[in-house]
């Protein structure tokens, strides 16, 4: 939970730590990765306003979706605009850490200039253990390469049809972080495909 002061009144708003903990130990910055929508207070008022300097305060931790290290899982991470924060960072600690026997990766955002550069070169990852896929539903309705990435017109919703029989269905963890009927939607698939909820963690943004 973040907390500051705009119009001198104390607004505080819940945001995931982008960061991971190696990193926050090791150089004492935590990063914060927040959606800006013009007008809302909190998130334009970090963005347009805030100056190097201005001061944060961090209070109680907020939301449920906790990541756990475990021995070798697959992981599903599925996430919409601001949801792809905690995913970052699981995904980062997943990657660095090497413990995990496959990744798949799945992200929504209206357009492709809504993710900054740091971030898309993280989602246009895929090698033999890991597996990204972006999509865009408010871009041309085509799949497009740009530079070397592969992106797809569309919502999450429709590819999980196809991608979930080929996954396991267990040694699995699924994270799912976003808007609140994504977050239902998507559930509700896994569920109806067999997943026991105890694989599913997830967070309503
Ligand atoms: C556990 C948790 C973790 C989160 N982590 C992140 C994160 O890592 N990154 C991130 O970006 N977000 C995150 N969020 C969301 C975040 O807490 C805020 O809700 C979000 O940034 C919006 O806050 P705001 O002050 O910018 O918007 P607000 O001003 O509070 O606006 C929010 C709502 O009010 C409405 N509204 C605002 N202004 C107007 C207006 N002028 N007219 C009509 N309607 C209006 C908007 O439609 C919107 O629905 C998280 C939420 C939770 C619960």
Redesign the pocket.
Known sequence: MLSTTIDEKI?K??????SISSECINTWIIS??????E????????IDVMQIGDVFTIQWP????VYTPMPAQTYLLISV??????LYSIYNQLIVSGNYTQIYNLFWERFLSHIPASVQKVLEKSHDRVWSRTYFSREDEKNYIWQSWIYHHGYIQAWLHDLLPTLPRDNIQIYI?GKPAMVDEVTDILLASGYDKAYIHS???
Request: proline share 3%; with cysteine.
């Open positions: 607004v708003r819940a945001y995931s730590i982008a914060f990765c927040i959606k800006r929508v007008w809302w207070v909190f998130s334009s008022y970090t907020a939301g449920r979706m605009w601001s949801g792809l924060s905690p972080c967070e309503k943004y």
